[in-house]
């Protein structure tokens, strides 16, 4: 759950940047519960830019697949009579 908009980190981010207040102050000020949050932010923004705030999408699954094939496909090629010994 992203609780946060990508352009609101953002600006949250710039602010303390830029000497706008400290992550406690910011914190107050836009409601976000801890002002590590912020820092995390800022960490994140440092090392990845403008790309920091990117969240991959929800709707992303497992499909039970491993390199094209599903397990189902490999386990029809175990011979059962090996095991059954």
């Known amino acids: ?16 940047l830029s000497g706008g207040g400290g992550s406690k102050l ?3 000020k836009y409601g976000i519960g801890s002002h590590q949050t912020i820092l995390d932010w800022v960490n994140r923004y440092q ?3 403008d790309k920091a705030f990117n969240v991959c999408s929800n709707k992303e699954f497992y ?14 090629h175990i011979n059962p009579e090996k095991y059954l010994k």
């Open 47 to 49: 090392k990845y830019g």
């Open 1 to 16: 759950m992203v609780k946060f908009s990508n352009e609101f980190r953002e600006k949250v981010v710039l602010e303390y």
């Open 26 to 28: 910011l914190a107050k």
């Open 63 to 76: 499909d039970g697949s491993v390199n094209g094939h599903t397990i189902s496909d490999s386990l029809f």
